[in-house]
């Protein structure tokens, strides 16, 4: 294979998962120091964004290879508009069932993990398969 040609390469979910919830469990840790309630809401806050974040993952980068095409494009949008539907529901599902919630750390931690999730993916870069 010459320099020119390019290699399928492998996106580094497990990475950017294990980034993702361990910047959230952090996050939460900190929240602590200021109480158990905000401590646990942050760390809800963090698992709103993860859970829909892996399920677009596992659902977008099933497929490989240029055989699969439009497979990953038909599943891209149906995985997208899935992400939104499930952080609404989550989001919902916490202010009506869970009682109390502390808003602030969960609107923060969220918003964080939205800045850590795209930063990561900015700095991690796929590997070559071989």
Known sequence: ???????????????????????????????VLHSPLAGYSAFVGGLIFIVPNAWFAHRVYRYQGARSAHLVVGDLFRAESTKIALTAVFFAAVFTLMEPVYVPALLFTFAVMVLVGTASRWLIRPQPQR
Do not use: D, H
């Open 1 to 31: 294979m010459n320099s020119r040609q390019s290699r399928i390469t492998r996106v580094p979910l497990g990475r950017w998962l294990a980034i993702e919830f361990t910047s959230s469990v952090i996050i939460s840790l900190l929240w």
